[in-house]
């Protein structure tokens, strides 16, 4: 089942298909389970729970846990603090008091019922002092980030997820470009951002204690945690960070392909044929990058390896700091992470999104340029068959590529469908292009039994 599809042409021996090593939580979560060696396994505290649906163990883990574990805390009392730090990180994600203009919170930007992405189109959105300013990335989902490992620029996986001898690359790390590994690390960025929230320590401290549930941060955290707002601006972030660890909320694997896989539903022959496309190595071949079957060990599909991988994605001329013919968003080497500046390998890549609920979205790519899944599918499938359609021409030429300077176009990935030039046939016709959104649309959490269409197949 695991397909290993070597990629030398980026000049990093990359293989595809590694699975969830999952970062910042599996380690707490062996801590905790060692709390109590009866208790239900750190697979199912992973996400990885065999039963897949919703049955998955509610076992959050976080630094809190960890911390509160450690500090000689009955297991129950474990619970209890996760429990309150979940209750307030919520609050928090939802408060626009926290931000400099008072009116973003990160909600705002990550819809809960866009599956934690944009509820808007636009390719950026908007924040800052004045809710006018942008940034240069599209917003991304939040859910199934619990498996995403921590930045490597050499990753193995383990042993019984493939083969731990290979190289696969670069991979792992939150944001498009994966540099940071702590959902409490990302939070500050948001928070502190002059195009985003556009807060300080002090202003997020003073909304805290101005808000409804001080009272219940203060018992969280200690009578005197305002008193410091350093200490109040690292409590905010832990709170985030253990929210976002919530199962239910962000990684409850109900989708149609869930029910699917544990032989709950069916696809219809259009989901069906798309599945097939997205798995076939000489049609879509998504799947050599977006893993759609379950780990060796049963957990699971993430429909991401978590790779950072160059893929050429046109250049978005709306976005502001595109007015600049010098500035490229560069992913890995920068500017937006500068520790791996001057390193030209790690140019124009960015991290392997999941496809869980991404027809939820409304903007895809690291710079939002597209804004439907017919025209993602279609870049897979034509980009070098019709380059045409998706570059600017001039005098007759084609600018491929146009959003990385040519000196980096050897970490282009050049595995199928991205293997063609003009004049050869796309990798995917018109029909199978909507088969393979049609599967795409199976992947949304929140699927019911019973909405299945006739003309369905049952799962092998
Ligand atoms: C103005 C819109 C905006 C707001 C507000 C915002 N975010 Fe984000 N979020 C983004 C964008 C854009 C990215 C991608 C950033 C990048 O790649 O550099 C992102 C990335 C993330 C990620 C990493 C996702 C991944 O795939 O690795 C997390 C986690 C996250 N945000 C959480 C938060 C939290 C928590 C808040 C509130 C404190 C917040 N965001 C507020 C726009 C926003
Ligand atoms: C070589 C690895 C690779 C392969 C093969 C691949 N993808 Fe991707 N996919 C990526 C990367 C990397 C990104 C992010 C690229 C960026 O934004 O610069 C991405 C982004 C996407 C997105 C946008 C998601 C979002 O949240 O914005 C969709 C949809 C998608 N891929 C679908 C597919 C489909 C369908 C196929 C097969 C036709 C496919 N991918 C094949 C690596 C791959």
């Known amino acids: ?116 992405s944009p509820a808007n189109a636009l390719s950026v959105q908007l924040g800052g002092s004045d809710m006018h300013r942008t940034g240069m990335r599209a917003a991304p989902t939040l859910k199934y980030l619990q498996s995403v490992p921590a930045f490597a620029e050499h990753y193995h996986e383990s042993d019984d997820e493939g083969d731990e001898s290979v190289d696969a690359g670069p991979t792992g790390g939150l944001t498009w470009d994966g540099r940071v590994d702590r959902g409490g690390d990302q939070a500050r960025i948001p928070l502190l951002s002059s195009f985003e929230m556009g807060s300080t320590p002090a202003k997020v401290t003073a909304a805290v204690k101005a808000a409804p549930y001080a009272d219940a941060f203060r018992a969280a955290f200690g009578a005197h945690i305002f008193d410091s707002d350093d200490a109040t601006f690292k409590a905010v972030l832990q709170a985030l960070e253990t929210f976002e660890q919530t199962p239910e909320t962000f990684y409850p694997y109900t989708s149609k392909y869930d029910a699917y896989l544990a032989g709950k539903a069916q696809l219809t022959q259009a989901e069906l044929r798309g599945l097939q496309l997205f798995n076939d190595e000489k049609k879509g071949n998504c799947a050599s990058c977006h893993i759609s079957q379950r780990t060796l060990d049963g957990a ?80 897979y499938a034509e980009r070098d068959t019709n380059p045409e359609k998706f570059y600017p021409v001039t005098k007759g030429k084609v600018r491929k590529f146009d959003d990385l300077p040519q000196q980096y176009w050897a970490n282009l990935n050049t595995d199928p469908p991205f293997d063609r030039k003009p004049g050869d046939k796309p990798a995917l016709d018109e029909a199978e292009i909507k088969d393979v959104v049609a599967f795409l649309n199976t992947l949304t959490d929140g699927y019911k039994a019973g909405s299945g269409a006739a003309d369905s197949v049952a799962a092998k």
């Open 1 to 116: 089942m695991a397909r290993v599809d070597a990629r030398r042409d980026a000049g990093l021996a990359t293989t595809r298909v590694r699975q969830a090593t999952a970062f910042a939580l599996a380690a707490m979560t062996l801590t905790l389970a060692a709390c109590d060696a009866g208790a239900p396994g750190t697979a199912a505290a992973a996400g990885t729970g065999a039963g897949v649906a919703a049955s998955a163990t509610p076992v959050a883990a976080s630094a809190v846990q960890v911390a509160a574990h450690e500090a000689g805390q009955s297991r129950a009392q474990v619970y209890e603090s996760v429990r309150q730090m979940t209750a307030l990180g919520k609050q928090l994600f939802f408060d626009a008091s926290l931000s400099g203009s008072g009116k973003l919170a990160c909600a705002s930007c990550h819809s809960p019922d866009h599956g934690f």
């Open 300 to 379: 699971p599909p993430q429909f991401s390896d978590f790779g950072l991988i160059a893929i050429g994605v046109p250049r978005n001329r709306a976005l502001s700091v595109n007015r600049d013919p010098r500035f490229y968003d560069l992913g890995a080497c920068g500017p937006e992470r500068t520790d791996l500046k001057g390193r030209a390998e790690f140019c124009g890549i960015f991290r392997t999104p999941t496809l869980r609920n991404v027809a939820l979205k409304k903007s895809f790519f690291h710079n939002g340029i597209y804004h439907s899944l017919d025209q993602v599918v279609r870049f």
